[in-house]
């Protein structure tokens, strides 16, 4: 097999070293493309180019395979546990017992907001989208923390990652109770991080949430599938701002930012307004597919296909499952379940989704499971992003401790006017 890729274009003849990755990826490495030739390649979207290499996160989206560090996802579900997956995910192996009872006394000691950030969420007013207070805080976050703008090591890093991880979920929590006008609750030391999170967001003075174990298990999956994702749009934001070296506090609030746009972090909230629409009778499930498949309707059905899985994304069978088991658990019985089951057999045996290789994805059945614990439809994406915090840290670092860590910066093809004068206001047509 070839080890270089041949450019052949009018005179130009140019070698191009090939490079391949652990599970036999391969990529041509056009580095010195501008400079041997004078071109550049061409990638608007940047569906064919590779902007690293990193050892965090391998999909192969044709087999319908996602593994955090080598280990697939399917064998997180059993007994869920985000932090481990956290610190997998940003530090490269599973924490020792004595490494993970530490972090976790880390995460409680940081859960606290500075008070002078309490005043703050009392500055926006109710209706201020969660997520738009969730990329502000985060940057506040930086103006508590100079002494963490500067990291080196992978202790400094920690104590970062600990402080973010931490004070993301009560962030997360009191934006809500703002727009509920509800009294903030400071976090509970005595409880674990989802456990913590869900008291925050749904105690009430003198009246404790009690959380369960099949509650404490929804929550914790629905974090890890979302831990990571590779080169998404957030975490391409996050490496693009920390290739300026802009501090971790900046460059994870820019991630919130990159993730808040409907493309990305809302198709779910998406989903449960297609089911619903089913609910109310306005459509029947049949009638949805066939509007779905429709090219003259801008509809699709909502949490079906993906820009890499064309099998099975393994993270809408998992949550698909845990939808089941939560929902059975519960005693509550959600006819978007219903509805969401029947869509899926009717598009899994419709020639036009087979043939496309239209399958469910991780929005599926995600927006199922948070409404029945109870999360707000504003809140899905707040979830998302703390579930991919750690995945924004982990590419944050490994591109900090890459030696070639240049400042992105992109080229383009020029498409604009041609050298012309430039005419005083008073001689302008
Ligand atoms: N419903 C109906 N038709 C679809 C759907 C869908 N959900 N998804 C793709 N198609 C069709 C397209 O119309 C196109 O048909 P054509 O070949 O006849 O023109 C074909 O399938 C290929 O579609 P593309 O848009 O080229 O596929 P791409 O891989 O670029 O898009 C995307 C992926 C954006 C996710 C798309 O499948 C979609 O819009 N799905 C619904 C929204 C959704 O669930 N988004 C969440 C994605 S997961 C995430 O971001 C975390």
Not at 270 to 281: A, D, N, T
Request: proline share 6%; glycine share 6%; net charge negative.
């Amino acid at each position: 097999m070839s080890d270089t890729a041949k450019l052949t274009l009018g005179d130009i003849q140019q070698e191009l070293p090939v490079i391949e990755g652990t599970e036999c990826e391969r990529g041509i490495d056009i580095r010195q493309l501008r400079a041997r030739t004078g071109l550049i390649a061409y990638d608007p979207g940047y569906g064919n180019t590779g902007s690293c290499e990193s050892a965090i996160t391998y999909i192969d989206g044709e087999k319908g395979i996602l593994r955090y560090r080598g280990i697939p996802i399917e064998q997180f579900a059993e007994n869920p546990n985000f932090i481990e997956v956290a610190w997998l995910l940003i530090f490269g192996d599973l924490p020792s017992e004595e490494e993970y009872h530490s972090f976790a006394a880390e995460l409680k000691v940081h859960a606290n907001l500075d008070e002078g950030m309490k005043h703050q969420f009392e500055g926006f007013p109710r209706s201020a989208p969660p997520m738009a207070i969730l990329s502000a805080m985060i940057n506040a976050l930086s103006c508590f923390h100079p002494e963490l703008h500067e990291l080196e090591d992978a202790e400094s890093v920690r104590s970062t990652t600990a402080r973010l991880l931490s004070k993301i979920r009560t962030i997360a929590a009191y934006a809500y109770r703002h727009s509920r006008g509800l009294p903030y609750m400071y976090p509970d030391p005595k409880l674990r991080y989802v456990p913590n999170f869900l008291h925050m967001m749904f105690s009430r003075p003198y009246d404790e949430f009690l959380c369960d174990e099949t509650v404490r298990d929804a929550v914790n999956l629905v974090l890890i599938l979302h831990a990571d994702h590779e080169q998404n749009c957030s975490t391409s934001t996050v490496r693009m701002v920390g290739s300026s070296h802009a501090n971790l506090f900046a460059s994870c609030a820019a991630g919130v930012c990159a993730l808040w746009g409907p493309l990305h972090g809302g198709a779910n909230v998406e989903v449960l307004r297609m089911l619903e629409r089913i609910h109310q009778g306005k459509i029947t499930p049949e009638e949805y597919v066939r509007l779905a498949k429709d090219k003259e309707s801008s509809a699709r059905l909502m949490g079906f296909g993906h820009r890499v899985y064309k099998n099975f994304d393994p993270r809408a069978k998992i949550l698909g499952q845990m939808a089941e088991r939560l929902l059975s658990y519960t005693g509550k019985n959600d006819p978007l379940l219903d509805i969401a089951r029947r869509l899926e057999e009717i598009a899994l045996e419709d020639p036009y989704f087979v043939e496309r290789k239209l399958y469910p994805n991780v929005d599926f059945y995600s927006g199922l499971i948070l409404r029945a614990i109870g999360i707000p439809t504003n809140m899905f994406t707040v979830m998302f992003s703390m579930g991919r915090l750690p995945g924004w840290i982990a590419h944050w670092w490994e591109q900090r401790q890459n030696g070639d860590n240049k400042i992105m910066r992109p080229r383009q093809i020029y498409t604009g006017r041609n050298q012309n004068d430039y005419v005083p206001l008073a001689k302008r047509p």
